[in-house]
């Protein structure tokens, strides 16, 4: 039986964790990704100028409405897939406004949900400890602390690898589920949306999970919707 310290009880492995499991490991992966930006990058998230990608996407996003967006993106101002750029401009009306902050929080906030859902998927299979150490190697990543602070696409779009081969997970475990076959086809469109880089990461979830479900003989066919 698993038992935290007389206070809270720690689900075992296969099972849901308790919201105070969740709360305690996404303080902790919030601490590492936040701390290292506070000490070393002086107010990195607000006040540091823009550098010229960022300043792209900003531009973009700050169109009047959707349909000025695509147009933009489609004379060329940027050539990347539209979905960072209706993200920003969809959080920008929210706000007021599009500047440092709320680009750079977007970032941060994506990747924290990030590593957070690689300790919600690994909670499917191990303990508590193994899925925290396993999301804690995600987040302290260097080029993950690096891009959790950058205005562009690479945070939203590890968030959405990970929705992703949650997705594909679900769809190999539930073939006969409509909803997870559904879910699995969304994932993939928004991964694709958000950048080129997304087609990569997309085969190569398909590849692992396909030789799982190969070699578990569950056959290939839930894999489909995700193509």
Not at 28 to 54: M, Q
Not at 138 to 148: D, E, F, G, P, R
Not at 189 to 197: E, N, P, R, T, V
Request: hydrophobic share 55%; proline share 6%; net charge positive.
């Amino acid at each position: 039986m698993w038992v935290g310290s007389g206070r809270a009880n720690l689900a075992p492995p296969g099972m849901a964790p308790s919201g105070r499991e969740t709360a305690l490991a996404a303080t902790l992966l919030f601490g590492l990704l936040t701390t290292p930006g506070f000490l070393f990058h002086s107010a990195v998230l607000w006040k540091r100028p823009l550098w010229l990608d960022e300043v792209h996407t900003s531009l973009v996003a700050q169109q009047r409405d959707l349909r000025a967006v695509v147009s933009s993106l489609s004379q060329g101002a940027d050539f990347n897939p539209p979905l960072l750029f209706v993200w920003h401009w969809v959080i920008g009306r929210a706000v007021g406004g599009i500047g440092p902050g709320s680009l750079r929080l977007t970032a941060l906030l994506s990747t924290w949900a990030a590593v957070l859902l690689v300790f919600l998927f690994l909670r499917r299979s191990f303990g508590p400890v193994p899925s925290l150490v396993g999301a804690l190697a995600v987040a302290s990543q260097k080029i993950v602390l690096t891009q959790a602070y950058d205005g562009r696409f690479y945070g939203p779009m590890l968030l959405l690898v990970v929705v992703f081969i949650g997705a594909v997970s679900r769809a190999v475990d539930q073939p006969k589920s409509v909803a997870a076959q559904v879910g699995a086809c969304a994932a993939s469109s928004l991964l694709c949306l958000i950048h080129y880089f997304g087609i990569i990461a997309l085969g190569l979830a398909v590849l692992g999970s396909g030789r799982a479900a190969w070699a578990q003989r569950r056959g290939l066919r839930p894999l489909l919707p995700s193509l």
